[in-house]
Every structure is written in C-alpha cells, then in structure tokens.
C-alpha cells in the first residue's frame, strides 16, 4: 500500500530547520484532463462551460424522482388543524350567507306560512318555521357543526398520517416525479 499523505516531518538532526511549507493536496481520484478541449486557467476554471456556437438546444427540463417515506405526525396534526379552522369559519359564513340570501328572497315566510297552515288548529298557530330557523340558531348550530368538525378532521389527518407511515415501511411509500421548467 502507498501511503500518499505526503512528505513527513524529520525527525532528528535536521528536524529543527526552517524548511517552505507546502500546501497539502489531496490525492485525486481521477487526472486532470489534458489536450486540446481541456479547461484552462488552473484549478477552478473546469467549472465554466464554453458556449457552443451554431447550436440551437430546446430547454431541457430537469426531472427528480422523490419518494414520501415518512410524514411527520405533529406537522400534520398543526396543518391540519389550520386547515380545518379555515374551513370551518367559511362553512359559518357560507351558512349566514345563505341565509341571508333565503331570508331576502322570502323563503322562510312562504315555507313558514304553509308549514303554519298545516300543522295549524283553531286555538294556536302551529309551528312557527321563522322563529325556530332564526339567524342566532343557525349560527349557534353552524358553529357546533365546526368545531366537530375542527375535531375530528384534526384526528382522522394524524391518524392517517401514522398509518402511512406505517404502509410507507412496508411498500416504501410514494414516488412523486417532479419536474422543472426553465
């Protein structure tokens, strides 16, 4: 075997002189490239490519095959927690919307009156649809459906995040292709 860390110090009579110190260079796995297409310039200058003239080229995409072996269970439990606090307040506002938009139109007085007309006897009015499908309660209900919502939507996304990973030990997970356009 051959030792090629280089030249080591004497020791003995000489061992004390003053000799240049040289930089220490790694012993290379392959040569530098020698000839007319080599780079030129010292070291550092195989970096730079020379343009080819005449020569059109499409622009090439880079592709990377990737695989999803392991998701982290508290990241998705935080995302998905976010995620479903947004989709909770738009569910609570696409519901007050709503009924909005019916109350204006006049739906639950039309339904309200027939509804009344039916279940009505000669002492009492029957059941009164606008009092029960007030805007307060459907908001109240709304909200409750969210927050189930925020529960269990949070839970069933951890959940599916440790049985992935589980999956993902055994089959290696998914493989994602992606792409970059230049």
Known sequence: MTDTRGPKPSVGADAGQDKPAQPYHPPQAYPAPTGPGAAQGGPG???QRKPRTGVRTAPRTRKARLRVAKAD??????????????LGICTIVAAAVLWMVMDAMGVFSTVGGTISEATGSNEGNGFDLQS????????IFTSVIAVIDVVLATALATLGAFIYNL?????GGVELTLAEDE
């Open 167 to 171: 999956s993902a030990g055994f089959v």
């Open 73 to 86: 269970p508290w990241s998705v439990m935080k995302v998905s927690f976010l995620l479903s606090i947004a």
């Open 45 to 47: 200058a195989g970096a």
């Open 132 to 139: 029960f499908l007030s805007l307060p309660r459907v908001l």
